[in-house]
């Protein structure tokens, strides 16, 4: 005999699974249909560990298996934590800083600039019902009748992540455009300098500050201007002094090679993306001139887009044929 409560769960849970794909037949959308077929596998976790319990129970009640008891115990435990999950499921470490979404891999939370550290996690955005559909009013029930939590949020990227695939779509366009001999310089809290390439063909080089979204220069990059600042910053990291001082061997040597760069000729840009904090889709490439000596920054710094085109800082075009100062330098 199995306890009345597993019994009338079991039931409860399999009545659920049967009414989700009945109305995943209604679902109009891939996303939604995603969410139906999510929720029924979750029911199926449930229903198949439920299952568990009752055999358990049943060898307990037989005696037939000494230790059954102490694994009924275990899984008892362990339902009593089961949850499902729609869409995304996160994970922190606040030991470490880190985290990790749908068990990826783990992520590095801490930024940095000249203001300081910050330890910056992803959110969790719950679904609304209108996003939910029909489902939500039956995850709801599921909810109630059976003690079982049914999580639908989506995490929101972080802020370093946005900034990382700012950095990583920048450094593929200079790469597809020639800047195939690149350096990497950055600490795990991504301070360094972000993108810096050489054209082997013609031996042109280009050192760039990337920002996403609404970032702007941080008050030494503003001020300094590239080519101060990156100097700067590549000295701090050949001489492992500051936070630098627990450079790499290939870090250190990487920033040397880079200062010899900085003797060519380089140019240096400010370049800017749009990241979508939802799906992570990287576009709306604009740039603008960061060549400048400390305090002779101009007061307007015109963008451009890829195609030499005048934007303004949002990337929106100011005017067909408006190219003051030509096509961005490649």
Same mark, same amino acid.
């Given at each position: ?239 492992? =002094? ?79 044929? =408006? ?8």
């Amino acid at each position: 005999m199995t306890s009345d409560h597993n019994l009338m769960l079991y039931t409860k849970l399999a009545g659920f699974r049967l009414v989700v794909v009945a109305n995943r037949f209604g679902g109009d959308t891939d996303f939604s249909r995603e969410l139906h077929d999510r929720l029924i596998e979750g029911l199926d976790a449930a229903i198949a560990r439920i299952h568990l319990m009752m055999a358990l129970e049943r060898r307990v009640q037989t005696g037939e298996d000494e230790v059954a008891e102490y694994q009924l115990q275990g899984e008892t435990e362990i339902f009593g934590r089961f949850t499902i999950n729609l869409l995304d499921d996160l994970e922190i470490d606040d030991d470490t800083h880190e985290y990790r979404i749908n068990g990826g891999n783990w992520i590095n939370a801490l930024t940095a600039d000249d203001g300081g550290v910050e330890v910056k996690f992803p959110a969790l955005v719950r679904l609304t019902d209108d996003e939910l559909g029909t489902l939500a009013s039956i995850i709801q029930d599921i909810t109630l009748e059976t003690d079982i939590p049914v999580h639908a949020v989506r995490a929101i990227f972080s802020y370093k992540e946005m900034s990382d695939k700012a950095e990583e779509q920048a450094r593929k366009k200079f790469s597809d455009e020639g800047y195939s001999q690149q350096l990497v310089i950055q600490n795990p809290q991504g301070n360094g300098v972000d993108l810096i390439g050489r054209d082997p063909t013609t031996n042109k080089i280009i050192f760039g500050e990337v920002k996403s979204n609404g970032a702007i220069l941080s008050e030494d990059q503003s001020y300094m201007g590239g080519p101060a600042y990156v100097r700067d910053r590549l000295d701090r990291v050949a001489s492992q =002094s500051g936070e630098w001082k627990n450079a790499t061997p290939a870090q250190v040597a990487d920033a040397r090679k880079a200062l010899r760069w900085l003797d060519e000729s380089p140019d240096f840009k400010e370049i800017k993306y749009d990241v979508d904090a939802d799906t992570g889709a990287v576009t709306n490439y604009r740039e603008r001139d960061w060549d400048y000596a400390p305090g002779e920054r101009e007061a307007r710094v015109k963008w451009y887009d890829g195609g030499g085109g005048q934007v303004t800082s949002k990337g929106k075009p100011i005017g067909r044929g =408006s190219r003051s100062r030509g096509p961005p330098k490649k």
